[in-house]
């Protein structure tokens, strides 16, 4: 995800929705363990947002939500569509940003769109 908007680390927040509420990401044993890093892009005079989105499927469901806040007035609500082709892996095939359908594995962008077949997305704000 790239944010045209300036902010850092302690600006955002990553929430994973488990049994209908908004559960704090934090793993300690991860790089980042807030679920997310934030990098500068000065060619693109931009911060990019690297987002661990949630892979825990509840029940039957084959979606799952994360929440991106940054700061109090920007948030971003991403769902994933996960394939789970053993008990040990997960397989991002489709994301919505706020309801909208913007990455599929079945279907990538062009190659010299935004970052091709890569599972990222781009948002301006």
């Known amino acids: 995800m790239v944010r045209k ?13 488990i049994a209908g509420k908004e ?9 980042h363990p807030d679920g997310f890093d934030v990098s500068r892009v000065d060619s693109l005079k931009a ?15 084959n979606t799952t939500t994360t929440i991106v806040k940054i700061s109090d007035n920007i948030v971003d609500t991403l769902k994933c569509e996960i394939a789970k082709p053993n008990a040990a892996s997960s397989i991002v095939t489709k994301i919505w940003l706020n309801g909208k359908l913007k990455w599929d594995a079945a279907n990538p ?17």
């Open 47 to 61: 911060n990019i947002l690297n987002v661990m989105v949630n892979h825990q499927l509840e029940g039957a469901h």
């Open 109 to 125: 962008k062009n190659a010299s769109d935004d970052f091709g077949h890569q599972r990222a997305i781009t948002v301006f704000k």
């Open 23 to 31: 559960v704090l990401f934090y793993q300690s044993n991860l790089d």
């Open 5 to 17: 908007t300036l902010f850092t680390q302690p600006d955002v927040k990553i929430y994973n929705l």
